[in-house]
């Protein structure tokens, strides 16, 4: 079974700032990461992904996250915020395990950025 | 990209009346789509499984009368909310998987928001 667990439920900063969003996960066999991101009233939107090689993984938007196998962290930055950039932020993780490559989402994150 | 269209956005019913809610894959075919449902300010919730020519596979808690789920095609699914009571009233999101990525990566649709009188 795998778990992911995002350790700020809100996070509220000021444009401009950086900002990390923490996740941690756990998992018997070896995972793909993603970060999801979600506008009020909408669907998920990919932002980036983990699959293999380079653990820093550049996305949409000028996001980017670290994948870190001995913490079994996939944090997400962002040098600079933007008002824009205020959404839930989703990690997840898949493994191609017996659950068949399922997908298994954290608890989000409300990322707030305040003029 | 890859695009999931969700339809309806939004519906609003009666209680005890059926809705149905489309999700299709626009540019590739996907023999595994997802339906969940989220309540406000938390995560999603999976209901079920939806295969292709096959049963879906239901969450434990999830009723599958309830929740009717169809696979007919490559690219479309559908979720039914049958004899709809307030309770129901969420929004619902659908996700489909490209049957030739095998990352569990999950393209999604907008969402349906589902209001019951």
């Known amino acids: 079974a795998q778990s992911v667990t995002q350790l700020d439920s809100q996070v509220p900063v000021f444009e401009e700032a950086p900002v990390e969003l923490r996740c941690n996960y756990s998992?018997?066999?070896?995972?793909?990461l993603f970060w999801y991101v979600q506008y009020p009233n909408q669907g998920l939107q990919l932002l980036l992904k983990?699959?293999?090689?380079?653990?820093l993984v550049k996305g949409i938007n000028g996001f980017e996250a670290e994948f870190n196998k001995s913490q079994t962290s996939f944090h997400l930055r962002k040098p600079s915020v933007h008002i824009s950039d205020t959404a839930e932020y989703f990690c997840?993780?898949?493994?191609?395990?017996?659950?068949?490559?399922?997908?298994?989402f954290g608890e989000g994150t409300q990322l707030t950025v305040n003029p | 990209g890859a695009v999931v269209s969700q339809h309806p956005s939004r519906v609003i019913c009666k209680s005890g009346t059926s809705v149905k809610i489309e999700c299709r894959s626009l540019?590739?075919?996907?023999?595994?789509m997802f339906w969940y449902r989220q309540f406000p300010k938390q995560s999603l919730m999976l209901m079920a499984t939806?295969?292709?020519?096959?049963?879906?596979?239901?969450e434990q808690g999830v009723e599958k009368d309830k929740f009717l789920i169809n696979h007919a095609s490559l690219t479309l699914s559908t979720l039914t909310v049958t004899s709809a009571h307030p309770e129901d009233s969420s929004f619902y999101i659908c996700?489909?998987?490209?049957?030739?990525?095998?990352?569990?990566?999950?393209?999604f649709g907008e969402g349906s928001r589902l209001t019951v009188l």
């Open positions: 996700s489909a998987r490209d049957s030739k990525i095998n990352t569990g990566e999950l393209f």
């Open positions: 998992s018997s066999v070896s995972v793909y």
């Open positions: 983990y699959l293999s090689g380079s653990t």
């Open positions: 997840a993780v898949s493994d191609l395990g017996t659950s068949g490559s399922r997908l298994t």
């Open positions: 540019d590739f075919q996907a023999t595994t």
């Open positions: 939806s295969n292709e020519g096959s049963k879906a596979t239901y």
